[in-house]
């Protein structure tokens, strides 16, 4: 069965500084790996996805993501948090069958 | 705008009563999906209709039902309310193959008093 775990339910940083959300996910196949981003009362927006080739993917917004298949990891990173950043991030894994697995989420705070 | 549509973004009702939430998917996508997402447990999977076929099922309740329509819109019917249900409810389209990620709505905020 598919998983995924972001650590950290709330992050927070100053403006400027790294944004570094933390998504590990199960698979027993080769994985399609997504984040999204939720800002307050909307629905979520994609933000990068892993399929297949590079490792190294670039979203949105200044996001990008690696896909580390020894670690089972696909953290989100930004260099330089800027206050719109703040909304809450989804790390979802998809095992080829259809549905969107998400984990619980991670607020991002950026104080000015 | 993001192409899929959501009705109604609001609707408070009463425990016991039965309610209709509709979703128009993004032009050319044949998968709807349907998430409750609620506080305590996060974003929920609840079902999937590909093109007016039910595809896959998640944790939906049997009070729970839903629909795909040959024009491709889905209703999700939510009936015996109780306050437990209240939360956003999420409608999402997709072409239907995995790779492709999903294009969400903006939800239905249902208020259960």
């Known amino acids: 069965a598919q998983s995924v775990t972001q650590l950290g339910s709330h992050v927070s940083v100053s403006e400027g500084a790294l944004v570094l959300l933390r998504c590990n996910y199960s698979s027993s196949v080769p994985p399609y790996l997504f984040w999204y981003v939720q800002y307050p009362n909307q629905g979520l927006q994609l933000l990068l996805k892993?399929?297949?080739?590079?490792?190294l993917v670039k979203g949105i917004n200044g996001f990008e993501a690696e896909f580390k298949k020894s670690e089972t990891s696909f953290h989100l990173t930004k260099p330089s948090a800027h206050m719109s950043d703040a909304a809450e991030y989804f790390c979802?894994?998809?095992?080829?069958?259809?549905?969107?697995?998400f984990g619980q989420g991670t607020e991002l705070s950026v104080k000015p | 705008d993001s192409g899929v549509t959501q009705t109604p973004k609001h609707l408070i009702t009463a425990t016991g009563q039965r309610v209709t939430l509709r979703c128009s998917p993004r032009s050319g996508d044949l998968s709807v999906y349907w998430y409750q997402q609620s506080l305590d447990q996060g974003l929920q999977f609840l079902i999937q209709?590909?093109?007016?076929?039910?595809?896959a099922k998640g944790n939906i309740l049997e009070r729970f039902s839903a629909q795909q329509f040959p024009d491709l819109h889905s209703e999700l019917n939510l009936s015996s309310l109780e306050l437990g249900d209240s939360a956003l409810y999420f409608c999402?389209?997709?072409?239907?193959?995995?790779?492709?990620?999903?294009?969400f709505g903006s939800g239905t905020r249902l208020t259960v008093v």
């Open positions: 979802a894994v998809n095992n080829q069958g259809g549905k969107l697995i």
């Open positions: 209709y590909y093109n007016g076929e039910e595809r």
């Open positions: 892993y399929t297949t080739g590079a490792t």
């Open positions: 999402a389209s997709s072409v239907g193959t995995p790779g492709g990620g999903y294009t």
